[in-house]
């Protein structure tokens, strides 16, 4: 059986010496929780900040007003700035983050329930990723958050060439 994520994930930073920092809104915390299950996570973990308003994304995560005006908290744009945000913030190498519309509610056109994005910050470079999940909004949140680990887990292993 393979490994859970999150423990590659920690023993990849741990050997590298690199550090990881997440920025959530639409898992609440759920990502943070995961790495931090992991023992000895304080090695390679700095922090998260689960920023749900859009004062939140501004404050803690440097998010611009004009971003979240122009393009709203569920989009390319913002799940990008939140990474690079909470990468530069906490002083890690790497920052998660996590942006959408858990459900059951919330949904628009272009963007319905399910709608999540998520961004990856790193010294090589940004990679953003839009999912469209179907489930209730528990089993969204656990799917953003298992695809986020995915995404780190991938880049780490050099999956991941920026274009």
Known sequence: MPEDPEIA????????????????SCTGGLVADLITNVPGSSDYYTGG???????????????????????????????????QGVRIALGADIGIS?????????????????????????TDGDWTFRFNWNGDRRANKES???????????YLNGKLVNV
């Open 144 to 154: 953003s958050a298992q695809s986020a680990l995915k995404i780190v887990l991938d």
């Open 9 to 24: 994930i920690g023993e990849l930073l741990r050997q590298r010496g690199l550090k990881i920092a997440t920025a959530e």
């Open 49 to 83: 900040v689960v920023a749900y308003s859009y004062e939140a994304k501004v404050a803690l995560l440097h998010v611009s007003w004009n971003t979240l005006r122009t393009h709203g908290a569920v989009s390319r744009q913002t799940v990008t700035e939140m990474a």
């Open 98 to 122: 996590l942006t959408g519309i858990a459900g059951p509610a919330g949904g628009m056109p272009g963007k319905p329930v399910g709608t999540t994005w998520i961004g990856l910050s790193t």
